[in-house]
């Protein structure tokens, strides 16, 4: 059964930093396409980063140049390194995967597995 469980949600101030990951297990192919949304209450799930086994990383305008997506593939975790972190990057942060046929996508249709959440919360 494939699981994703992500970790490292926290009350921060602005201005950052703040890592998150997201192992996956149950897994068995070696390609696979991974990704961060987040979704605030009242409002739709956004993407937020994605990346594929190959590393080849994809942004949304809205964190380009301050979040950064990493894979460590030998264990399938992804991770989600957030700098200049802002109030309006409050939200539940899921992870996301799907493979083995997969695209780079922050299109949210495109995952059929997802993690739980877990809340960052940014104050100013």
């Known amino acids: 059964q494939v699981q994703l469980a992500e970790s490292g949600g926290a009350s921060w101030q602005s201005g950052g930093p703040l890592g998150l990951s997201c192992p996956l297990s149950g897994y068995t192919y070696e390609t696979y396409c991974m990704g961060w949304f987040r979704q605030v209450p009242g409002k739709e799930r956004e993407g937020v980063a994605a990346?594929?086994?190959?590393?080849?990383?994809v942004y949304a305008a809205s964190v380009k140049g301050r979040f950064s997506i990493s894979l460590e593939n030998a264990e399938k975790t992804v991770y989600l390194q957030m700098n200049g972190l802002k109030p309006e990057d409050t939200a539940m942060y899921y992870c996301a995967a799907e493979g083995p046929i997969c695209v780079v996508t922050i299109w949210e249709d495109h995952y059929n597995f997802w993690g739980q959440g877990t809340q960052v919360t940014v104050s100013s």
């Open positions: 990346i594929n086994s190959d590393g080849m990383p």
